[in-house]
């Protein structure tokens, strides 16, 4: 099977711009959740899609959101862009929703200048 | 303070040693315990998924969970340089659906 796949791999942006990301899970996986990865606060959980619907929510402000499409690939999206929002985007995908193993992707590095 | 904790590292080994690294935890709620590990500039790698207490074993890998004192660790035997890497704990509630809550990771370095 092929694995958890991540577009565009590498992006640079300008504060205020917006960014939209996208995630193919792995074949047959329902939920996709996106974690923000930086070197001070680590991997932080920013949302979890399970058919289609938010199921949980991360601490981070209105500005990220996202997406999940009925053939389960899912976007999310940042918009005005900050300084702090440089980091690596990675995508999770999971089979059913709830305690189960989760499979990443390779990441979408966002620089914005 | 945070949810999960993990010394940063790094840690050095020489190859054949064993490798421990371990993570503590306060939220008594989490049943489901995973290790990730990280190359740089890659995604984290599932290694090991237990859930609740007790141990598991797979291959040089063996994951250890004690719900009692909120404690889990990850043994590598006969690590070898291609393990050098940052490993991840993670951990998940069943009410929580499949967010995880990640330790800050470990830098470890097999020298040859």
């Known amino acids: 099977k092929a694995g958890v796949t991540q577009t565009p791999r590498y992006l640079i942006k300008t504060r205020g711009q917006q960014v939209t990301l996208s995630c193919s899970p792995i074949?047959?996986?329902?939920?996709v959740s996106w974690y923000q990865q930086t070197p001070g606060q680590g991997l932080q959980f920013l949302f979890e899609y399970f058919s289609e619907t938010q199921r949980n929510k991360g601490n981070f402000p209105g500005r990220f959101s996202g997406r999940q499409f009925s053939n389960s690939r899912s976007e999310m999206n940042v918009s005005t862009l900050e300084l702090g929002d440089s980091a690596l985007y990675l995508c999770a995908s999971s089979p059913r929703a709830g305690g189960e193993t989760q499979y990443f992707g390779p990441g979408t590095r966002l620089l914005v200048l | 303070q945070k949810e999960v904790e993990q010394d940063p590292g790094p840690l050095s080994v020489p190859e054949g040693a064993i490798v421990s690294l371990n993570c503590t935890y306060s939220?008594?709620?989490?049943?489901?315990f995973m290790w990730y590990r990280q190359y740089s500039r890659k995604g984290p790698e599932l290694l090991m998924y237990?859930?609740?207490?007790g141990n598991k074993e797979d291959g040089r890998f063996t994951a250890q969970v004690d719900k009692s004192s909120k404690y889990i660790s990850l043994f590598i035997r006969d690590s070898q340089p291609s393990d050098s890497a940052t490993y991840l704990c993670a951990m998940s509630d069943q009410a929580a659906g499949n967010k995880l809550t990640f330790g800050g990771g470990t830098r470890v370095l097999v020298k040859p």
């Open positions: 074949s047959g996986h329902r939920s």
């Open positions: 939220n008594s709620a989490f049943q489901y």
């Open positions: 237990t859930y609740s207490s």
